[in-house]
């Protein structure tokens, strides 16, 4: 086990959303680098010497909050990649109180909310993210939904291995 493997945090899509974007995901994205299914990161590389605490924060929190509401809101330009824009200031909030949480603990990248999104294409080139946005943008219409609980996996280079589904079962939000 390699004891050096960063913890990454994940907003968890309901299944039928995410049944459907790693269907875009597994058609659209080079297959040599496509090791996961489609996810929203929220952090991407908390220190491992710090699980128990991750851990315990996930728990509180997730037992706080209410499945958190959400909206597909079309494609996202990613430069040579695609990806699928979701807005929630509600996932933005949940992510200031565990960035509150893991203060010090943060990398540059995790101490700046995240754009929310879906990685549906990534590492191709500009006119073929180009074009598949503009395929995309033809079909895909806002949709409402809530994101279920939170997920914690370890990276190991390749899949991520996943420790825990923390699901949304509080009332705040």
Known sequence: MNADAPFIITAQLPPDLGRWATRLRTAHF??????????????????????????????????????????????????????????SPAMLDVWRDLADRFFGLLTPQDEHAPQLHVTVQN?????????????????????????????????RGGPWELVRIYPFRGKHG
């Open 30 to 87: 080079p297959p040599e680098r496509n090791f996961l299914d489609a996810h929203v990161t929220l952090f991407h590389s908390l220190p491992p010497s710090c699980a128990g605490e991750i851990k315990t924060a996930l728990a509180s929190l997730t037992a706080e909050y209410a499945p958190v509401n959400a909206c597909l809101e079309g494609v996202m330009p990613l430069g040579k990649g695609t990806a699928l824009r979701i807005a």
């Open 123 to 155: 590492k191709v080139s500009i006119e073929e993210a180009k074009a598949l946005q503009t395929q995309l943008s033809l079909s895909i219409e806002p949709r409402a939904f809530r994101f279920a609980g939170l997920s914690l996996y370890i990276y």
